[in-house]
C-alpha cells in the first residue's frame, strides 16, 4: 500500500468533495502517481468517482454498497467491513505512490460516519487530514470543533501532528438584493464581513495553531464554483426548451425578478443574469433580447405561469436567439420559480468540466506546496503529466516575465485571455488596438482588466516604425510608402515592436491565418541559422503523460533534409519543455518492412538527424502503433530504443501530422496545447482561428517561456 491520506469532514458541507479533487490535482502536478479511492458508497452515488474520472482520468474502483455496510454494523461485523476496505483500497492503489481515500460525510439519518473513518483510518495506517469550513463561526469555536473531531480520532496522542484543510473561506461583502434582484448565486457561506482572506486566513490559523493544529489550506469561496449552467437550471426546474441556445456554455451568475416596467427592470441585465419573467411579458423578452443584441450575454430568460410567447415575437428575437440567447418555459409562477432557481443544488454535475477545473486549481493553489512535495519524498521516478505540465508552463512562464504583444487586441477572447494572462502574472500583455473600442468591448463581456495592462494604438504609434521597416527590407525594394502600407496591419507593428526588443514575444491567428501571422516574422525575425524553416509542435494533453507532436500545421511536405531539421527543433523544444526526447520518425512502415518514396524520405531524415545530433534518442521509419505502444514494439522493433515509448512523434507531412492531431485530440477527448512554432530567433505564436480563451492563454505562457530561451540563446 502507498503513503495513504485519509481526508475526514469536520461536519456538514464542508466541500470535501472539491478538496479530495484539489489535493489529487496537486500531487498530479508535481509528478506524483496519485490513486483515488471512496470506500463507502455516498447518499448521492459514486459521483465523486465520476468527477475523478473526468478531471484527473482515475478510474477508482466501485465503492462498496451502503447496504452491505449497514448490514455487517448491525451485526457488530466491523473487522470483515474494513477487510472490505482494505480490498477496494488496494485495488484504487495498483502503481501509485499516494493514495488519497475520501471518508465518510455525514448525511440524513446517518449516525456512524465518525466511527466509520475512525476505523478506516486504523485499517488503511492513513495519515489524516481534517477538513473543515467556518460557516460564519468565529475562529475560536471553529478550533473547538476541529479539535474535538480529532480527539474523537486519538490524534492528540504522544504530540501527533493533526493537518487541517480550511475550506470555503469567504471574504467579499455579501450582497443584498433588492425585492426584485434575487442577488449572485453565489454558494457564498454567509460569513462575509468584508475582510480580506489574508485577515481571516491569519486569524483562523493562529487559533488552530494555538491548539496545534496545521493549516494546510485556507481556500477562500469563489463564485464561479457555484456558477451553474443554463442547461442545469433547465434540468432542476424540468422546464422546456422554448430555444436551447447555448445552454450548455452560458452560467447563471445572477438571478433578476423582472417584474416592473422595462425601463426599471433593464438595468438588472447583465452578464450572466438569468431574468425571470412571466410569460406575457414581451416588453420584457424584448427588452432582454435588444439587450443580448447589443453585446451583453445574459444567461438566459425563464419565463413562467405556462405561457409562451407569439410566433411574430419571437421572430423579433431572432438576432438574440442566434447570438446563443436561451429561452425557457415553466408552468409555476415567478416567485415559486424564482424560489426553487434559489435553492437548487450546487454540487458540480459530472460533466461540468469546466466549473470542475476551476474547483480543482482553486484548491491546488492554496494547498501548502512544502507539505505537497514532501509527500513525493521516497516515490519512483515521477511523470510529466498533462496537469504538471500546464502548472509548470504558467510557473515558468511567471518566472520569465515577459512583454507579450497580441495585435488582436479587440478580439473578445484575446481580452479576456489577456486579462487572465495578466492578472496572474503569466506575462506582461500589451493589446494593439484602439484603447476606447478594447475597453467597451470589455466592459460588454464583462471582462475586468487590470490596470496595469498596456494598450497600444497602432495608428497613432505605425509612423515610428517606417524608417526601420525600410532599413530592414529596402533590398527587397521597401520605400516609406509601401512601408506606411504594411504598418497598417498590426500584425507587422507588434512584429517590429519584438525587432526593436520593445516586446519579448507575439501572439495572433484567433482571427487571422497562419500565414498572416508568420508572414511577417520570416521577413523581420527571420530563421535562427541553425535552422533551414520555421516548424510546429502540439503539446498533446494524454490523461497519463504528454507528447509532442510535429509538424502539424505549418510545413505541407517538407524534404528528407527539413524532416530532419523538424525532428531536431522538435527534440529540442520537448526537452526545453521537462519532457525527454525519444523521437519516432512516422511512416506506414516498420524499419525495412517496407519500401517506397515516402517510406525512404523518412529513413534518410532519420539518418541526417542522427548525423547533426548523435545525442539525441531518434529511429525511424516507426509506425504509430510500435512508436507507442511497448507490446507492438517488442514485436515489430526490438532492438529499438525508442519504440514503444516515443514522446516525440514527427509526422512525414502535413496532410498526417494534422489529420492525426484532430483525430486524436477529438476522439480521445484530448486537450492540445498549440500550435508552438519553432525555428524563429524570437517566438511568434499562431492560434487556431477556433481557440479558446484558455488555449490563448497557455499560448502567451509558451511564448513567454520561448522568450526566455531565445534571451538565454543570445547571451551564451
Not at 214 to 238: E, F, W
Not at 296 to 308: C, E, Q, S
Not at 503 to 528: E, F, M
Request: net charge neutral; hydrophobic share 45%.
Amino acid at each position: 500500500m502507498p503513503r495513504t491520506l485519509l481526508l475526514a469532514p469536520v461536519g456538514h458541507h464542508v466541500g470535501l468533495d472539491t478538496v479530495c479533487l484539489g489535493l489529487v490535482r496537486a500531487l498530479d502536478r508535481e509528478g506524483v502517481r496519485v490513486a483515488f479511492v471512496k470506500p463507502i458508497d455516498a447518499f448521492d452515488g459514486d459521483r465523486l468517482g465520476a468527477l475523478m474520472q473526468l478531471g484527473a482520468h482515475l478510474s477508482p474502483p466501485a465503492p462498496i454498497a451502503r447496504s452491505t455496510v449497514e448490514t455487517l454494523l448491525a451485526s457488530g461485523d466491523d473487522q470483515t467491513l474494513m477487510e472490505q476496505v482494505v480490498e477496494v483500497c488496494n485495488k484504487a492503489a495498483a502503481n501509485a505512490d499516494v493514495l488519497i481515500a475520501a471518508g465518510m460525510i455525514p448525511e440524513p439519518d446517518m449516525v456512524y460516519s465518525n466511527r466509520i473513518n475512525n476505523l478506516m483510518l486504523k485499517a488503511l495506517d492513513a495519515e489524516l487530514i481534517l477538513v473543515a469550513a467556518p460557516h460564519g463561526q468565529k475562529p475560536e469555536h471553529l478550533t473547538d470543533i476541529v479539535a474535538i473531531t480529532a480527539r474523537g480520532f486519538g490524534s492528540f496522542a504522544e504530540d501527533q501532528q493533526i493537518n487541517c484543510i480550511l475550506n470555503r473561506v469567504c471574504t467579499s461583502p455579501k450582497k443584498v438584493g433588492a425585492a426584485h434582484d434575487l442577488g449572485p448565486l453565489s454558494g457564498e457561506c454567509g460569513d462575509c464581513r468584508g475582510a480580506t482572506l489574508e485577515d481571516k486566513g491569519e486569524a483562523f490559523h493562529k487559533a488552530l495553531q494555538a491548539e496545534k493544529i496545521n493549516t494546510l489550506a485556507i481556500v477562500p469561496c469563489q463564485r464561479a464554483l457555484a456558477a451553474p449552467r443554463v442547461k442545469d437550471i433547465a434540468q432542476a426546474l424540468n422546464a422546456t426548451f422554448l430555444h436551447e441556445g447555448d445552454a450548455e456554455k452560458r452560467r447563471v451568475h445572477d438571478v433578476a425578478l423582472a417584474a416592473m416596467t422595462v425601463a426599471n427592470a433593464a438595468k438588472y441585465f447583465k452578464l450572466g443574469t438569468l431574468v425571470i419573467t412571466p410569460g406575457d411579458r414581451e416588453d420584457i423578452l424584448l427588452a432582454a433580447a435588444l439587450t443580448v443584441k447589443s453585446g451583453t450575454p445574459l444567461a438566459g430568460i425563464l419565463l413562467t405561469g405556462g405561457l409562451t410567447p407569439k410566433e411574430n415575437i419571437m421572430a423579433l428575437c431572432k438576432p438574440a436567439l442566434d447570438a446563443g440567447l436561451t429561452i425557457l418555459a415553466v408552468n409555476d409562477g415567478s416567485y415559486a420559480a424564482a424560489t426553487r432557481v434559489g435553492t437548487i443544488n450546487h454540487k458540480i454535475p459530472n460533466d461540468d468540466s469546466e466549473r470542475l477545473e476551476i474547483s480543482m486549481n482553486l484548491v491546488a493553489d492554496n494547498l501548502d506546496r512544502i507539505w505537497v512535495k514532501s509527500l513525493t519524498s521516497n516515490v519512483r521516478i515521477p511523470r510529466l503529466s498533462p496537469p504538471a505540465f500546464r502548472y509548470r508552463l504558467i510557473e515558468a512562464a511567471r518566472a520569465a516575465n515577459k512583454r507579450i504583444v497580441l495585435p488582436e487586441g479587440s478580439e473578445p477572447r484575446t481580452i479576456e485571455a489577456a486579462a487572465i494572462a495578466q492578472e496572474r502574472g503569466i506575462a506582461r500583455c500589451v493589446l494593439l488596438g484602439n484603447p476606447d473600442e478594447i475597453q467597451a468591448i470589455a466592459k460588454k463581456q464583462g471582462i475586468s482588466l487590470p490596470s496595469s495592462i498596456e494598450f497600444i494604438d497602432t495608428e497613432k504609434v505605425a509612423a515610428k516604425y517606417i524608417e526601420p521597416l525600410v532599413e530592414l527590407r529596402k533590398h527587397k525594394g521597401m520605400t516609406p510608402e509601401i512601408a506606411a502600407g504594411e504598418l497598417s496591419d498590426s500584425i507587422v507593428v507588434g512584429t517590429m515592436m519584438m525587432v526593436l526588443d520593445e516586446a519579448d514575444g507575439l501572439v495572433s491567428g484567433a482571427v487571422h491565418t497562419t500565414a498572416h501571422t508568420i508572414r511577417p516574422a520570416l521577413q523581420l525575425i527571420k530563421t535562427l541559422p541553425e535552422c533551414s524553416l520555421v516548424s510546429s509542435v502540439f503539446f498533446m494533453c494524454l490523461p497519463e503523460q504528454v507528447l509532442v507532436f510535429g509538424d502539424c500545421a505549418v510545413n505541407p511536405n517538407p524534404t528528407a533534409e527539413q524532416l530532419a531539421d523538424i525532428a531536431i527543433q522538435s527534440a529540442d523544444s520537448a526537452i526545453a519543455f521537462g519532457i525527454p526526447a525519444k523521437v519516432a520518425m512516422l511512416s506506414y512502415s516498420t524499419g525495412v518492412s517496407g519500401a517506397g518514396e515516402e517510406v525512404n524520405k523518412v529513413k534518410l531524415a532519420t539518418e541526417l538527424a542522427l548525423k547533426k545530433r548523435p545525442d539525441l534518442a531518434i529511429d525511424g521509419p516507426l509506425q504509430y502503433d510500435a512508436a507507442i505502444m511497448p507490446d507492438v514494439a517488442r514485436k515489430k522493433a526490438p532492438k529499438s530504443k525508442v519504440a514503444g515509448q516515443a514522446t516525440v512523434f514527427i509526422f512525414p507531412d502535413l496532410d498526417a501530422g494534422n489529420v492525426t492531431y484532430k483525430a486524436v485530440q477529438r476522439s480521445a477527448n484530448v486537450v492540445s496545447i498549440g500550435p508552438m512554432l519553432q525555428g524563429l530567433k524570437k517566438p511568434v505564436n499562431d492560434l487556431s482561428r477556433g481557440c479558446l480563451v484558455d488555449d490563448i492563454v497557455f499560448t502567451i505562457a509558451i511564448t513567454a517561456i520561448q522568450a526566455e530561451q531565445a534571451k538565454a540563446r543570445k547571451l551564451k
